[in-house]
């Protein structure tokens, strides 16, 4: 079983910027690296993935702000957000999948972290 840690969230002003970060248990390579954000009162929703081969994936409505990378040497997926509204408020999740596909179905990740909070005041 692959355990995933997040840290990065935190408090910060709309317009500012911040990196969070999921380390792996164990190694990476093989898996499809995945981040999902839930708000208060909504469901959980896809906000980035990268492939094992680093093919990003951006959901529309954070695309041009956030990006997603992996450091498969570290074990470690980053979501590099900037431009933050006070709608990315919410608890961001890491997650791994097998696959090759369908990289914004939350049902196909099979482990998940503890998530990290992050708030952008309105």
């Known amino acids: 079983q692959v355990q995933l840690v997040e840290s990065g969230g935190g408090l910060v002003q709309a317009g500012g910027s911040l990196r969070l970060s999921c380390a792996a248990s164990?190694?990476?390579?093989?898996?499809?690296m995945g981040w999902f954000r839930q708000a208060p009162g909504k469901e959980r929703e896809f906000v980035a993935a990268?492939?094992?081969?680093?093919?990003?994936y951006t959901a529309d409505s954070v695309k041009g702000r956030f990006t997603i990378s992996r450091d498969n040497a570290k074990n470690t997926v980053y979501l590099q957000m900037n431009s933050l509204k006070p709608e990315d408020t919410a608890v961001y999740y890491c997650?791994?999948?097998?696959?090759?596909?369908?990289?914004?179905?939350?049902?196909?990740?099979?482990?998940w972290g503890q998530g990290t909070q992050v708030t952008v005041p309105s």
């Open positions: 997650a791994v999948k097998d696959g090759t596909s369908r990289y914004s179905e939350m049902n196909d990740y099979k482990y």
């Open positions: 164990e190694r990476i390579l093989a898996y499809v």
């Open positions: 990268i492939s094992r081969s680093g093919t990003p």
